[in-house]
């Protein structure tokens, strides 16, 4: 589905090397590696957010519709959370089904910083799904919540994963039970400037730990 | 709170204001001159004039001048500014001359339109234009360049049209930079309009002050510029501050779940 040749960036100081690596329909990958080692840059290479990357070291891409769930909720403050959804493409009555299906059903007139952290990740992620996304991009979707809110999120994002077996995404997480329960593709970005090593099998948790354990220590 | 930028409270204006016309009202009274005539006598000045029409015609003509160009040095100033503020090399190319025309005396702009082409309304208006494009240009380009990169990431994943991109998430975040070009705009066009009018123009308050100077009729320098700040000041009342409250209202949205 999508094809990744990236040469190479670098900020001043090279951060992410040579990485070819190919994403299929109904990938569940978890992206980890220690932190500012590139991550953010690698999601954002993928999504053609990166100018300085060539439209070629993503191939694929423009016939797919993105998902991006930034770190920040990103919905435009001064627009209330239907008219955030309906911007990107979604009718009246898909942005209120989403609204619902997030758990934020009545919430649509709200603007987005009438909404506490969690809440309003949520409604991005909402955003995320009108566009009806081929790929989806959740960049830690579960960092700084508390431990009820991050657990009501992962079962959403879960239940929205089972419902759209075809569509591929990619989450950057710390977490390792994130990638057991979520995942079925693990990519680790590390060195520098950073390469990515991945595994197919993330299925049995106890060789998952001795493969991160390998991983994080060179 | 800030002593600096807080709005003194309403009373003062009332018991300032009167307290400045009765100074007034007693020195002109124990001078008794005709260069200084009294507050009443300014007033009768006002009635006079607005009873005949010559003020409001002169108060219309300064002020759809003012309209005018107004309206064409904040257009094209807004497009220049955010062209000098998104791109580098036209940034490069143009600040140089941005900085010759800010720098520029108003007068000389007016004096140049006037003997290029002529004493006519467009060199009038275009003085004006030329004068104000370089203050909205430089206000504008500060605002291009505070323009969140995360919403244009965020927009550019949702392939959001170059009109919505306008619209909806680039006029919101220059909305306060567009509010200072427009008041610092307005306060330096009333002055340049006069200027121009007074130097080659047959209508309006600055034709109408130069006459009044001819013939040093202080009476009536008095009544058309009280009337000229009244205008100022009811536009300012009217429009400018129900649009600023409008649109910042999003700002400090009631935290009901924060």
């Not at chain 1, 989806?136 to 431990?147: C, I, N, R, V, W």
């Not at chain 2, 600055?206 to 100022?232: E, K, R, T």
């Amino acid at each position: 589905m999508l094809e990744l040749r990236i040469a190479g960036r670098d900020f001043g100081q090279p951060v992410l090397g040579e990485i070819f690596v190919g994403i299929e329909r109904g990938d569940r990958i978890c992206l980890m590696g220690p932190s500012g080692i590139g991550k953010t840059t690698l999601l954002n290479a993928i999504a053609g957010l990166d100018k300085s990357i060539p439209e070629s070291a993503v191939l694929g891409r423009e016939v797919l519709r993105v998902g991006y769930l930034f770190q920040e909720h990103r919905l435009l403050p001064w627009k209330s959370l239907m008219s955030n959804l309906r911007l990107v493409g979604a009718s009246k009555r898909e942005a209120e089904e989403l609204l619902m299906q997030v758990g934020l059903a009545g919430y649509g007139a709200y603007l987005p910083d009438q909404l506490s952290l969690g809440m309003a990740r949520r409604a991005a992620l909402a955003r995320c799904l009108a566009v009806k996304p081929d790929l989806l991009l959740l960049d830690e979707p579960f960092a700084s919540l508390d431990p009820i809110m991050v657990a009501e999120l992962k079962a959403l994002v879960s239940g929205i994963l089972d419902a759209q077996p075809d569509m591929a995404m990619i989450c950057v997480t710390h977490d390792d039970k994130d990638v057991v329960s979520l995942a079925n593709r693990l990519w680790y970005l590390n060195g520098k400037p950073a390469s990515l090593q991945w595994t197919d099998t993330v299925g049995d948790p106890q060789r998952l730990e001795k493969l991160l354990r390998r991983l994080r220590h060179g | 709170m800030n002593v600096g930028t807080a709005r003194p409270p309403v009373w003062s204006y009332w018991i300032v204001l009167p307290g400045l016309m009765m100074v007034w009202a007693m020195t002109a009274g124990y001078l008794g001159s005709p260069l200084l005539p009294g507050p009443m006598e300014v007033l009768d000045t006002l009635v006079r004039e607005s009873s005949s029409g010559q003020l409001w015609m002169h108060l219309g003509a300064t002020l759809s001048r003012v309209i005018l160009a107004f309206s064409l040095a904040m257009l094209l100033g807004t497009a220049i500014g955010l062209v000098l503020g998104r791109s580098r090399t036209f940034n490069a190319l143009f600040d140089p001359l941005l900085v010759l025309m800010l720098n520029l005396p108003a007068l000389v702009t007016i004096i140049l339109m006037y003997v290029w082409f002529g004493l006519v309304e467009a060199a009038a208006v275009m003085a004006v234009v030329v004068n104000k494009i370089p203050n909205v240009a430089v206000t504008l380009r500060e605002g291009a360049r505070s323009l969140d990169y995360r919403l244009e990431q965020m927009a550019s994943v949702y392939r959001f049209s170059l009109w919505q991109r306008l619209r909806d998430v680039w006029m919101p975040q220059l909305f306060p930079y567009l509010m200072v070009a427009t008041r610092g705009g307005l306060a330096l066009i009333w002055k340049i309009v006069l200027v121009v009018e007074l130097l080659g123009r047959s209508n309006g308050v600055g034709f109408q002050l130069h006459m009044a100077f001819q013939v040093f009729d202080v009476s009536a320098i008095l009544a058309y510029s009280l009337a000229f700040i009244a205008v100022v000041q009811l536009i300012e009342l009217a429009i400018l501050q129900p649009l600023e409250n409008r649109s910042s209202r999003w700002r400090q949205p009631e935290s009901v779940h924060a």
